[in-house]
Nanobody, 126 residues
Framework: QVQLVESGGGLVQPGGSLRLSCAAS????????MSWVRQAPGKGLEWVST????????SYIDSVKGRFTISRDNAKNTLYLQMNSLKPEDTAVYYC???????????????????WGQGTQVTVSS
């Protein structure tokens, strides 16, 4: 069965960095676009970033452009999110998502994704 397991979250000071990982199994990882979304305390889900199946095309929400980098290692079935210059407003639970259609670019529409991980908490605070 499909499994997505996030790791790498934690407590970091403003300006710090974290790298999130998402280990995927149970499907052909290299055939699907993947995304990261987040949910801040008391707020709804927010799309953060998407990467296509080959890792050649990425997109980001404006608030993280220039600070976050999404990448993937298809040989290791792993998705990453490198987060630099973290701000308190980045505090959230971060989820990785598998796109619901094979071999097409992903979208920003969360409903288009069919599997989620359990999430990893990122807290940015001094």
């Amino acid at each position: 069965q499909v499994q997505l397991v996030e790791s790498g979250g934690g407590l970091v000071q403003p300006g710090g960095s974290l790298r999130l990982s998402c280990a995927a199994s149970g499907f052909t990882f290299s055939s699907y676009a993947m995304s990261w979304v987040r949910q801040a305390p008391g707020k709804g889900l927010e799309w953060v970033s998407t990467i296509n199946s080959g890792g050649t095309s990425t997109s980001y929400i404006d608030s993280v452009k220039g600070r976050f980098t999404i990448s993937r290692d298809n040989a290791k079935n792993t998705l990453y999110l490198q987060m630099n210059s973290l701000k308190p407003e980045d505090t959230a639970v971060y989820y990785c998502l598998k796109y619901g259609r094979k071999a097409v670019p992903g979208t920003q529409r969360i409903a288009d994704y069919d599997y989620w991980g359990q999430g990893t908490q990122v807290t940015v605070s001094s």
